[in-house]
């Protein structure tokens, strides 16, 4: 996914195989060009100047409505991921529930906001031998950031997991590299919201 449409075909494919049977997995995912993962970090860029004036409530709900819409298709990427891993069921579950969980820990903190780290130093002019200026600090983020999705964690660690959770509530709208897993969950995702 280069924004909101899909890459281009014509690169090199590949599918993801099962391996119980060794057989094939539809459908054939397309490896990214240079061009699209230009286009992919540049509208992260522009995404993340946009997401960083959204309000913390904004970001919260945000985070929550992806947690939901996991849980509203949990079976599917549960059967999936078992397929693509080898995973068993109720690993697969357990992951959803983390993950999920992990989405609404974050939209928790990104809305309570204590996370910035705000601190004031007041200014005192009458300091010798020099006056001290008022000093303001707090965390921000810096930017657009990738997130590489290990198949091992395939829910947990990978697209909506907590290495994603946590730059969305620091404010960084993150490009991806993702494995095959991964661009089905964000394929099906989408069409959800």
């Known amino acids: 996914m280069i ?59 945000f985070l929550h409505s992806i947690a939901q819409g996991i849980e509203s298709i949990a079976q599917e990427l549960i059967d999936r991921a078992g397929k693509e891993t080898a995973l068993p069921k109720a690993r697969l579950q357990t992951e959803t529930v983390r993950t999920c969980g992990q989405l609404r820990l974050f939209a928790g903190l990104v809305e309570e906001g204590s996370w910035v780290n705000a601190r004031i130093d007041n200014p005192d002019p009458d300091r010798k031998p020099i006056a001290k200026p008022g000093l303001r600090s707090m965390l921000r983020p810096l930017g657009p950031v990738v997130v590489f999705a290990p198949s091992n964690f395939p829910l947990a660690f990978s697209v909506a997991g907590g290495d994603t959770a946590s730059a969305l509530a620091a404010n960084v709208e993150c490009p991806k590299v993702f494995s095959p897993f991964s661009s089905v969950l964000a394929r099906k995702l989408e069409r959800r919201w």
Do not use: M
């Open 3 to 61: 924004g909101s449409r899909r890459g281009e075909a014509g690169g090199a494919t590949f599918n993801a195989t099962e391996p119980r049977t060794g057989q094939t997995l539809p459908p054939a995912f397309v490896s990214a060009s240079s061009d699209e993962i230009e286009t992919a970090v540049t509208l992260a860029h522009e995404a993340f100047a946009t997401y960083g004036h959204l309000s913390g409530r904004d970001k919260a709900a």
